[in-house]
């Protein structure tokens, strides 16, 4: 069985595909266009050109309709491009006629959907023995349904987006021995888990807050600049795969502070499950900080989604400060004095963003910074002392010493 190798040589080219429905505007697929762009650029790939069609639902033999397919292949071979990736999972089904569609003996066009993406984007940024070992196991199951499709496929492809992993040494196309591979890397899994519990347990009696929220907010910045040290941050999603935690002093007061993956929507369920573990270190904590990006037109959407994934893996009623970072980067578009049009939230500015529902978030604490310009900083560890001291006078009372400044 093959371990995880990213051998990307050359910047591939793509076009990305996805559908108008009753439940997905056309403007909202042009948000999932640009993080799907990101995506791939993320792993490497140029973007060539975007394709979509209104639909009540997504064909059955191959996601869009027939005209539309012939209009992409066309596309596809008079501009060379190497892969399709279409926005939502494509069933083992459509991923066979897609296959079958665009492959002849001499052109060989790889298709992806935003699952297979997401895999490959973390098979090259796993870093650990556990990270490698989650994600080996996430591509696996998502890989097992689609065997008989892609294996002599995958055999054949070395390298490139989409075929970091297992597909890029020989394997049998026998089902029984890619089951066999899933169970002893879950083994894996469970000895790593059984070693970063007694890690979290040996930790002692300090207060842990966990750094949350959706991927490229920030958090590692965050957490370089809090606790002084230099985590790896990048303009690219999923930046960070492993969990980073380091011990940080406020005035007299210690705490663990980690730095976890970022969420993102559509995040294959392979992948949340094979890195519960990692995530445990959300669930276990006492306090949580979900970093949003107030720069970005769709924040709120983000919001949401960290919300609803941190509700899945048991993390949804931790006590939580909300921190609205990228205040630098905010940009609003005023309306002229004649326009009575009514105001977008594009109009509205920050001082005005600062009094709405962000504001007023019940028993969370609610802040503005900039990590990269270091504003409003005093303030949020003045906000962090504080509810990391109420946290640990609840806990041990009788240690009135530490709270004596």
Same mark, same amino acid.
């Given at each position: 069985?093959?371990?995880?190798?990213?051998?990307?040589?050359?910047?591939?080219?793509?076009?990305?595909?996805?559908?108008?429905?009753?439940?997905?505007?056309?403007?909202?697929?042009?948000?999932?266009?640009?993080?799907?762009?990101?995506?791939?650029?993320?792993?490497?790939?140029?973007?060539?050109?975007?394709?979509?069609?209104?639909?009540?639902?997504?064909?059955?033999?191959?996601?869009?309709?027939? +005209?539309? %397919?012939?209009?992409?292949?066309?596309?596809?071979? /008079?501009? =060379?491009? !190497?892969?399709? #990736?279409?926005? $939502?999972?494509?069933?083992?089904?459509?991923?066979?006629?897609?296959?079958?569609?665009?492959?002849?003996?001499?052109?060989?066009?790889?298709?992806?959907?935003?699952?297979?993406?997401?895999?490959?984007?973390?098979?090259?940024?796993?870093?650990?023995?556990?990270?490698?070992?989650?994600?080996?196991?996430?591509?696996?199951?998502?890989?097992?349904?689609?065997?008989?499709?892609?294996?002599?496929?995958?055999?054949?492809?070395? +390298?490139? %987006?989409?075929?970091?992993?297992?597909?890029?040494? /020989?394997? =049998?196309? !026998?089902?029984? #021995?890619?089951? $066999?591979?899933?169970?002893?890397?879950?083994?894996?899994?469970?000895?790593?888990?059984?070693?970063?519990?007694?890690?979290?347990?040996?930790?002692?009696?300090?207060?842990?807050?966990?750094?949350?929220?959706?991927?490229?907010?920030?958090?590692?910045?965050?957490?370089?600049?809090?606790?002084?040290?230099?985590?790896?941050?990048?303009?690219?999603?999923?930046?960070?795969?492993?969990?980073?935690?380091?011990?940080?002093?406020?005035?007299?007061?210690?705490?663990?502070?980690?730095?976890?993956?970022?969420?993102?929507?559509?995040?294959?369920?392979?992948?949340?499950?094979?890195?519960?573990?990692?995530?445990?270190?959300?669930?276990?904590?006492?306090?949580?900080?979900?970093?949003?990006?107030?720069?970005?037109?769709?924040?709120?959407?983000?919001?949401?989604?960290?919300?609803?994934?941190?509700?899945?893996?048991?993390?949804?009623?931790?006590?939580?400060?909300?921190?609205?970072?990228?205040?630098?980067?905010?940009?609003?578009?005023?309306?002229?004095?004649?326009?009575?049009?009514?105001?977008?939230?594009?109009?509205?500015?920050?001082?005005?963003?600062?009094?709405?529902?962000?504001?007023?978030?019940?028993?969370?604490?609610?802040?503005?910074?900039?990590?990269?310009?270091?504003?409003?900083?005093?303030?949020?560890?003045?906000?962090?002392?504080?509810?990391?001291?109420?946290?640990?006078?609840?806990?041990?009372?009788?240690?009135?010493?530490?709270?004596?400044?």
């Amino acid at each position: 069985m093959g371990k995880l190798i990213s051998t990307t040589k050359k910047q591939e080219t793509c076009v990305l595909v996805g559908l108008v429905t009753r439940k997905q505007s056309r403007e909202q697929l042009e948000e999932y266009f640009d993080e799907l762009a990101f995506l791939a650029e993320t792993a490497e790939a140029n973007c060539l050109r975007r394709f979509w069609q209104s639909l009540d639902h997504p064909d059955t033999r191959s996601f869009v309709g027939a +005209g539309k %397919i012939q209009e992409i292949k066309e596309f596809v071979y /008079e501009h =060379e491009v !190497d892969m399709v #990736i279409f926005d $939502d999972e494509l069933s083992p089904s459509q991923l066979r006629n897609l296959e079958n569609i665009f492959n002849t003996e001499d052109k060989k066009i790889k298709i992806l959907d935003r699952n297979n993406l997401i895999l490959d984007i973390f098979a090259s940024r796993a870093r650990t023995a556990n990270a490698k070992t989650q994600v080996e196991l996430a591509q696996y199951e998502y890989l097992l349904p689609r065997l008989t499709r892609m294996w002599s496929h995958l055999e054949r492809q070395k +390298g490139g %987006i989409g075929m970091r992993g297992p597909g890029e040494q /020989e394997i =049998e196309t !026998d089902r029984r #021995i890619v089951r $066999d591979r899933i169970n002893r890397l879950k083994k894996e899994l469970e000895v790593i888990d059984r070693q970063k519990s007694t890690q979290r347990s040996n930790r002692g009696a300090m207060v842990r807050v966990s750094l949350v929220g959706y991927t490229n907010v920030g958090k590692s910045t965050l957490m370089n600049l809090l606790s002084k040290s230099e985590v790896f941050a990048e303009n690219k999603l999923f930046a960070t795969l492993d969990t980073t935690v380091r011990k940080v002093v406020l005035h007299n007061l210690p705490f663990l502070l980690s730095d976890t993956v970022g969420f993102i929507r559509k995040l294959p369920h392979q992948l949340i499950e094979s890195f519960k573990s990692t995530l445990d270190e959300v669930r276990e904590s006492d306090l949580l900080v979900h970093v949003v990006d107030i720069s970005h037109p769709h924040f709120e959407d983000h919001f949401n989604v960290v919300n609803e994934t941190l509700r899945e893996i048991g993390g949804g009623d931790k006590p939580t400060i909300l921190l609205f970072n990228k205040i630098d980067a905010f940009r609003h578009v005023p309306k002229a004095e004649d326009d009575l049009t009514p105001s977008t939230k594009e109009n509205v500015t920050l001082e005005e963003l600062q009094q709405t529902w962000m504001a007023r978030m019940g028993e969370h604490d609610v802040l503005f910074i900039s990590a990269a310009e270091r504003k409003n900083i005093d303030r949020l560890r003045e906000t962090l002392y504080e509810r990391i001291r109420q946290i640990h006078i609840t806990r041990y009372p009788n240690n009135d010493f530490l709270y004596d400044l």
